[in-house]
Every structure is written in C-alpha cells, then in structure tokens.
C-alpha cells in the first residue's frame, strides 16, 4: 500500500492516494481515532481549515467536508468567527482522557519498577517538602512583588537585540563571561575574596552547584561534614551522591570544630553555610574559619562555603569568607540570586581554586551545557549599572524594618518571657520551643488559624532536635505581618506553655 | 579590642572606635589594603560618598576625607559630576591584578589535584567543541534573528504580573503545570503519542534530560547501546555517568538491530535518535521500531529515545513517536525548545512511563530544584496560543527554501557528481567524501577560507570512521548562503577528488 507523504506536517496524519475511501473521510477517520484515543483531548482549538488544508496538500473544501462531518458526529463543534473545536466525548463511550489518567497516575502498580542504584538511592534522598501555603510567616521567599520587573524587562529587550551567534559561540562552558567577571568583582568588594572570572562557574543555582561539587569532589562513602541542623537540600544531594555523612552541632559561634574532629577525624569535605547557619541563624566567627582553614590544609579536605544570606545583615558584621580567608586555594565558594532576585530565575555560581576552573567548566558542560545565555546577559548588565547593589540595599531595609515590625509584635503577644533567635541576619527568625514541645503538631495547628509557623525539628537528622518554629518575614508587607500576628495571637495558649525559657 | 560594626554593610570594612587612628584615616587604610590587594580593581567606580556614609555609620565628611587622602596618594580619580574611580597602579608597585590573574590561571601547576575518582571520570569525556564561528555553514543552529521576541517580550510583561508566591508553591518539582499539559496536548497530536501531564517532567534541556536519565536507569557498569556515529553530547554524559559503550552501527533505516543483538545482546538501555539520526539524518523505520519495542521488553531494557530535528522534516513522513508505538511502556521520550526557538533558552522536558513520573519528579528536584518558572510560563502561553505551532511552521519554510538554495548552489559548484545525504530533514546536508580523504584538514582549510565545513569522522567513537562535511544551512539568509557558496567554491580544487562516489 503506497502512502502519500505528508511533508513535514504538524499533524500525525496520512492520506492514502490510492484509498476508495474519499479524502474527506480518510481525514476524519484520522481525526475520528485520535479525539477517540484521547491524544486530542476536549477543548482544544483545531488548526483553522486553510492551516489544515495547505499542511495535508488538499483543498479547503475537503477539510470542511472533513470538520461538517466530525460536526454531525458531535465530536466537533464549530464557533463562527472563532474556530473548530473538540468536544468532550459522551453517551456510552467511556471518557478515555479521564480514564487514562487516572490510570496512568497509579505508580503504586510498579513502584521503583527496574530503576537503577544509584537512581533508587536519588529518589530515597528526596525530601517532602513542608506543606504550607505562601502566607505570612511562610520562610524562605522574597518578596516578589518588589523584584524590578519594568527595569528588568527593559534591560532584556535591549539585550535581546544583541544575542548573536557570535556571543553563543564565544560565550564558554562556565558561562558569560561579562557577568563572571561582575560577579567576581562584587565578590571581591563585598566578601573580601581576591578571585578572577575564570574561577567563577555559573550554574542553575545551589542546588545544581552542590550535586556538580559532590560529583567532583567526592567518591561514595568518602565521609563529609554536614551541619547538625542543617540545610536539607545540601543533605539530599550529598546523600544522593554516596557521601557518608557525618553531623556536625552547631551553636552560636557556627560549626563546633574541636567535637567533630574528635568524632570525624578526616572529612573528605566540610559544608557551611558560614555567613548565617541555615536555619539557626549562627555566624561562623572568624577564629573559627581560621581553625577550619588550617585543618583543611592538613587533612586534604575541601571546604564548601555556602554564602547563603549574607545580603540581609541587620545587626553586627558578615566575617570575610572563608574563601577570601584562605586565598581559594580549598575553599569552594556558592551563591545564588534566587533569595536576592527571584527564585523562578535559575542562576547562581560556583567559585573554585584557580586550578580547578577549567575541570569544573567541562564537568559542567557535561551535565547540563550552559545556564539560560538571556538571563545571563540580562543579569550581567543588571550587576554592571549597580542595580544589583542598589537593590540589595533597598530589599535590606525594607526586610529590615519587617522584621522590627514582626519582633515588636512577637513580644506584644508573648510578654517578655520571650527569647528570640536568629534575628541578626536573613528572613526569618526562630522561636525556641522547650524540649517538651512537638513543634510540628504546633505547626499543624497553626495552618488551621490560617498562619505557617514551620517547625525546626526537620532541620536535624539525628535522634535528638531541637523544637522551635521558624518565622518568615521578608515576602510579607507590615499589613500581612499584622494579619499574620493577629492570627497567630489566637495560638497564644498554646505556644505561651511551650516558650523555651 | 572591641568593634564597631558596620551595619550590614556591602563593603567589607570596618571601623574601630577605640582606634588612635581617625576614622577618615582607617577608611582609608582599609580601602588601600583592597586596592592594593587587587580586590577592588582598577578602573572600578566607588560608591558615593553618601551611599558610603550611610553604610559604615560616619558623616559624609569622613569619607570625603577618606577619598581625598587616597586621591592624593594616586589610588582614586574624582571626575566632577560622575564619580570616584580606583586607578590602576603604577611606579614600583607589581600590577597586582595582572600579576594575580596570571598566577591564578595557571592551572598546569596542580592538574586535576585530590578531584574524585568520579569527578576525573567526568571531565575525561568531556570534548573540545569544534573550532568554529557562526558564520555559514556552521550547523546545529537555528536563526537567532527570527526568533519572536517581541511577542515573547509581550508575553513575558503579562506573566510577570501573574507570578506570585502561589504559583511557586504550586509548582511540581516536576515543572509548571500547564507547560507540561500543553507540551503533552503538542506530543500526543504532533508525535502520536498518548502522554498525560504527569508523564512530562520539564528540565534545563536535552543534555539535562541525559544525565537525569542515566542516574534513574543505569548503574556503571551497565551495557548501552549507543548509535556509532552518533550524538557527541550523549556519549560524554553516559559515559560520565559509567555507563559500558556499546557502538551500534547504522544504515538508511537507522539502529543496526540484528548486528547489535548479535555483538551486545543484553542492553540496559538504548539510546536512538529516531526521528532523524544525528549527525546522518536517517529514520528510524517503523518496522525497527517494532523490532526495538519488542526486544527492550524481552531483555528488560528501557529505550531513549531522542526525539531531535523531527519539526524540520521536508521530504517524507516522521513515524509515530516509539513512545507512541509502546504506549509509553519502557521508552523514555527526550525533546527541547533549543532547536526551535532559541538555544539561549534552556527548556526541554523527559515523557516517562507513568509509574517513573513521581520517582524522576522527586529525582529532578534533588538535582537541581526547578527549571526557569518564568520562562515555563511564558513558553506555555506562546504553546497555548498557538504561537509554537506557527513558529515551527515558519521556520520549517524558511529553512527549506535555504537547504533548496544550497542543494542548488553545490550543485552548480561541483556538478552531477555530488551525491549529497541527510537531505529529507534537520538543519544540516552532508557531503559524502572518499575514505582516503581527511575531513579534518578540509575543515581546517576551508575555515581558512572564511567557510565553515564541519567535519563527520569526530562523531565516530571508534576506529572506522566516514569521511564527510556537514552544512549548516538554518542559520542563515539566503545572502549568506550565498556568500557562503562563493568561497565553498574556492575549495572546489580540494574537495572534487575527494567526493565519494
């Protein structure tokens, strides 16, 4: 049976010249079996008849003819001046969309059905993330509403016109150069660090900068030092690549060096997140990054220095980087835009020892290419007419007087018996529970008053945690804020018992 | 010795208030120190004075001190009515900035010092990019100058008001959700597929896709099919990953599935850009693709299936997606947005079976969070309106009228001789050459000539390689195929003997 081809059609749709079917019906037959299989579901738009006609190589009229009897059949249904449309299919034959999904959602048939180790031990790794709503005291987000949009569309208009073929050809596997180059620079102003551009890798964010780390740098089951609460995205991605992980405590000077040496003696690597402890909120004073530096250099670890939050700074000061400290000769340093900009724009960075910039660019290129070239350039430009300063600077102030606002009603509720933590820095502050406490529970009460308090126990992935509930105050007005403590003063009976004293 | 703290501060500096030292005169020292370290390098802008006073807590006059004292020292320029700028070093000092950019790139000294055994592996199967600029016929890229932006810049405007921390929060880890229903609604009438939403899992792009593919479905060691000579991108990534190479050859119907069998019978998985091999542009054969359903659900191995160029097909008809044919059973079903909209954009997306949906969403967000929401929410608009469809339907136009003028235009060139292949399809033609001649060095020759002709041996892992030049035509106007052709022509001496027969 010899088929007419239809040249490089859109629509998977074949008329067979040689048929003693006419054309007409060939084409609704075709379109008969695919609304029927469900592959064109109900309510989509049908290409118009000129598309369909000049697509198939046949006259209008035979694509009308087609439509007029789908029409008849009630599986079309024609609006004047707007178009053809599928209906939804009825009378005694079973809705195949509704039927399939719901089929096909059933994973409990096959679970984890012929997926490889490695790919089991990724999936296990995964966490379920808190279920909240992005409502005040939701942590972790900024404040959308305040991103600079308008400059940011005008800069991307200008851009755009300048991509060429030339700037995706020169631009290099560790990104645009341009924008390594700012970054370096407003590295080296603001975190004390002395890197070039070369150093800097630009990747998806710090998530993809932690696995692309892992993969580097260690092996499975070489032993790496985590914080003990600490970031769960850095623990699941150690985790999914092998590590064995080795919890470190924390308190108010950030790692506790002397005890984890003497429980783990030779870390492969060490993670941070120096600047502010993730979530506790600890700086890691300056004595200790000395200390973390020397016992890098003689046991041949890596130090992994997540500057997460330095930005929002409210009290005291920011140390030099552990980067800048040791010369980046073992430290490898991340950042992100997603807490300063928005955290639907995937960019952040990796900043390496010299020597390592061009295996970790390959590496990179490997896995994944090239970050978004657009938001690159975009941002790039964004850096270099000091908008990202002067934004940061403004986002600072405005965090910062949220937070005097949430503090202030804090206190108005819980009198002077309460102790917060974590205020000198980020977005969000702590308040400690007693031990007695089940910060969860609390947390679940609190979703039904309509307000998220997220509970600090999660943090830890050992037997003992701290309980505490987390506050977010940055993506909120002073106006949500009062409505999220005028909700949360209705819990007043219930967390006033449990404050840690 | 006690502190004042700067107030999160972006500069890194601080001033002591118990200090003899005027605070004029630390500032000063401290900006000294950073100058000369190379931190803050020459040609920088400073912040103004009152931007400064404000960030360390100090009277404006205290900075304007500060300035002067460095000004004089030669370290700062003031440009009246524009700023304070860091000049570059002179007399008797090193050129602190250049000398450390030297020293730091050096990266020969420590090469590939304490990397893992996996992160060695990994930079190993990287390969050097071809050494080539975007002029004609450099292929694998579409026309950037044609690319929409003025309705994705409209687009984008209107999403950027709909982006609130709802949608955030409600965005699987799988992707946004109405891109994954429209890109499923395209697959299922364009590919004959019968894929619902949750089967789509949205990535950074084909390269992504590869990785997330292989930590899920194969452990190292594993035997994989890979096409010989085949996509270069998908050898270093599988490699990378650990994978055990199988070399499969490949004739007009596409896979070699019988020779195969008969050399590597029990594949993990297969790899097959199936709708247009790449580089040689065959299709995989409806019957082949039966044969390769059948055997991966015999041998227990999961197909990958690569499904690059199918938009750009002018001669014949693209079978029905193998994920289609299967029903979505063991076939992993590859496609991005890079090809057809903008490489700049990184977006593609994985169709798996239903019961690998939640595993590869969980699996997704572990490595790498979540691809770009903004640009998911515009690419779902411009699919939802239509708009894709449209494009794809331009530029498979445009580009036939340009692989039309250059088929014609080699053809004046060398006559009834050339036998030209990869001509039903894609954004490249192939010039067949002898096996006695060197493509490299007719490569290396034309770019010598202004022309680029990308030579076929390099994607061939093994030993026996074909000789051959790949065109590129998508990229450019007819002017410039034109131009194009005229210094081709100045090879015609070099490539006439070598043209296979």
């Given amino acids: ?52 006609a000049e697509e198939l190589g046949v006259s209008r009229n035979v694509i009308l003819q087609a439509f007029d009897r789908l029409i008849d059949e009630g599986l079309l249904s024609s609006r004047i001046g707007d178009g053809t449309y599928v209906l939804a299919l009825v009378l ?57 949009i308008k400059t940011w569309l005008r800069l991307l208009n200008e851009t755009s016109g300048r991509l060429r073929g ?21 590295l080296n102003i603001s975190r004390g660090m002395t890197c070039t551009s070369d150093q800097v890798i630009i990747t998806t964010g710090s998530q993809q900068s932690l696995d692309l780390v892992s993969r ?33 405590a924390v308190d108010e000077q950030g790692l506790c060096i002397e005890e984890a040496l003497a429980r783990h003696p030779s870390p492969r690597l060490i993670f941070t997140s120096s600047s502010r402890h993730y979530p ?51 430290t490898i340093h ?69 937070q005097v606002r949430l503090i202030g009603g804090l206190r108005d509720i819980f009198d002077n018996g309460l102790r917060l933590s974590a205020t000198d820095t980020g977005m969000h502050v702590i308040i400690p529970l007693d031990q007695s406490a089940d910060d969860q529970a609390i947390a679940k009460k609190a979703m039904e008053h309509g307000v998220v308090l997220r509970p600090l126990s999660p943090y830890y992935a050992g037997r003992q945690k701290r309980q505490g509930l987390l506050l977010g105050f940055s993506a909120y007005n002073l106006e949500e804020i009062e409505q999220g403590l005028t ?12 404050l840690a004293i």
């Fill in 1 to 52: 049976m010899s088929k007419t081809a239809v040249t490089g059609s859109l629509i998977d749709l074949q008329i067979d010249p040689n048929s003693a079917l006419p054309k007409y019906q060939q084409i609704a037959g075709h379109l008969r079996g695919a609304i029927e299989a469900g592959r064109i579901p109900a309510g989509i738009k049908l290409p118009s008849t000129r598309i369909f």
């Fill in 92 to 148: 005694g034959k079973p809705d195949l969309v509704a039927v399939e999904s719901k089929t096909l959602t059933a994973s409990e048939h096959y679970p984890f059905r012929s997926l490889s180790r490695r790919g089991k031990s990724l999936v296990a790794s995964a966490t379920d993330a808190f279920p909240e709503r992005p409502t005040a005291f939701m942590p972790d987000l900024p404040d959308l509403r305040e991103f600079p």
């Fill in 166 to 186: 030339e700037i995706l050809a020169d631009t290099s596997n560790a990104g645009y150069e341009p924008l390594r180059r700012s970054i370096a620079h407003h």
């Fill in 216 to 248: 580097m740098l260690f092996d499975p089951g070489d032993p790496i030092w985590l914080e003990e609460p600490g970031y769960v995205g850095a623990r699941s991605i150690f985790s999914a690549n092998g590590a064995s992980l080795c919890p470190i």
């Fill in 280 to 330: 506790l909120g600890a700086t890691l004073s300056l004595r200790r990054r000395s200390v973390l530096i020397e016992l890098a250099s003689r046991c041949g670890a890596w130090i992994v220095e997540d500057d997460y939050d330095h930005e929002f700074r409210y009290v005291g000061h920011t140390p030099t980087s552990i980067h800048g400290l040791d010369g980046g000769q073992r």
């Fill in 334 to 402: 991340l950042g992100t835009f997603s807490k300063i900009l928005l955290p639907s724009f995937r960019l952040g960075y990796v900043v390496v020892p010299p020597d390592l910039a061009e295996p970790f660019a390959k590496a990179r290129a490997v896995v994944d290419r090239h970050a978004s070239l657009i938001e690159q350039m975009v941002l790039s430009e964004f850096m270099h007419r000091g908008l990202l300063v002067a934004h940061i600077r403004r986002m600072r102030n405005l965090y910062r007087a949220r």
């Fill in 487 to 498: 909700r949360l003063s209705r819990l007043k009976m219930t967390i006033d018992p449990m």
